[in-house]
C-alpha cells in the first residue's frame, strides 16, 4: 500500500529564511502526490499537487515541491518564509492497491516561524 | 462554487449519548470521505461513500457510521459516544475519489467534544 513518511513532526525557522518540509514516499507504482496545509480550527487546503506531469510543481502561497523518483521523495519548500506560514502540513499520496484505492497522510510536520 | 459545509461547528455530548455530523460537499462531487483528527492519533481515514455507497473504510468500530444521499450529502453517526471521540471531524469532498488525482476538497469540520 502507499504511504508517506513525513520527517520532523516540527520545524522552526525564522521569517525571511528557507522552508523546506521533507516527506518521502511509498510506492509501487508511480504515485499521485499532495501537500495540505491546515491553519488552526480550519480544515486542510491544497497546496500542490504532483501528477506526473511536471517534476517541480508550483503552488499556492509561493509554495514549491520537486518529485525525485529516485529518491522517493516530495519535499515542500519556500525560499522565504512569512509569519502567515505558520500552520500545520501534511504529505499525502494517492492510488492503488490491494486492498482498493485510498489517499494515505502523513503525521504532519507544525511550522513555527519566529521573527 | 461553495466549499464543503460542515454542520454544526461545534458540540457538546455527553458519553453514551449519539450524535449526527452533516456534510454538503462542493456541488458535481461525488465522493465524500470523513476523517477523525485528534492530537495524538493524527488524522485518520474513517470511511469513504462515492455514489451512496461505500467505498472504503477505515479500521473504526462499528459505533462509526455513515451514509451518503442521492444528492452526495453526506452523513456520519456515532453511537454510545466515548470520551475518547472527542476529537475534530472532516469531511471532504472530490469529483474521483480517493485513489485518483482528483485533490481532496476539505470543510472545516465539526469540534466535538464529549464529556
Redesign the interface.
Known amino acids: 500500500a502507499q504511504s508517506v513518511t513525513q520527517l520532523g513532526s516540527h520545524v522552526s525557522v525564522s521569517e525571511g529564511a528557507l522552508v523546506l518540509l521533507r516527506c518521502n514516499y511509498s510506492s509501487s507504482v508511480p504515485p499521485?502526490l499532495?501537500w495540505?496545509v491546515q491553519y488552526p480550527?480550519?480544515?486542510?487546503?491544497?497546496l500542490l499537487?504532483y501528477?506526473s506531469a511536471a517534476t517541480l510543481v508550483k503552488g499556492i502561497n509561493g509554495f514549491e515541491a520537486e518529485f525525485k523518483k529516485s529518491e522517493t521523495s516530495f519535499h515542500l519548500t519556500k525560499p522565504s518564509a512569512h509569519m502567515s506560514d505558520a500552520a500545520e502540513y501534511?504529505c499525502a499520496v494517492?492510488?492503488?492497491s490491494n486492498s482498493?484505492?485510498?489517499?494515505?497522510?502523513g503525521?504532519?510536520t507544525s511550522l513555527l516561524v519566529t521573527p | 462554487k461553495a466549499g464543503?459545509t460542515?454542520t454544526p461547528r461545534y458540540l457538546i455530548k455527553t458519553r453514551g449519548q449519539q450524535v449526527t455530523l452533516s456534510c454538503s460537499p462542493i456541488s458535481g462531487h461525488r465522493s465524500v470521505?470523513w476523517y477523525q483528527q485528534t492530537p495524538g492519533q493524527?488524522?485518520q481515514?474513517l470511511f469513504e461513500y462515492f455514489s451512496e455507497t461505500q467505498?472504503?473504510k477505515g479500521n473504526f468500530p462499528g459505533r462509526f457510521s455513515g451514509r451518503q444521499f442521492s444528492n452526495s450529502r453526506s452523513e456520519m453517526n456515532v453511537s454510545t459516544l466515548e470520551l475518547g471521540d472527542s476529537a475534530l471531524y472532516?469531511c471532504?469532498s472530490s469529483s474521483q475519489?480517493?485513489?485518483?488525482?482528483s485533490?481532496?476538497?476539505?470543510?472545516?469540520?465539526t469540534?466535538l467534544t464529549v464529556t
Open positions: 499521485y499532495f495540505y480550527n480550519q480544515g486542510l487546503q491544497l499537487k501528477t501534511f494517492s492510488g492503488s482498493g484505492y485510498a489517499l494515505n497522510f503525521k504532519g | 464543503v460542515q470521505s493524527g488524522l481515514f467505498r472504503n472532516l471532504a475519489g480517493q485513489g485518483y488525482n485533490p481532496l476538497h476539505f470543510g472545516n469540520g469540534r
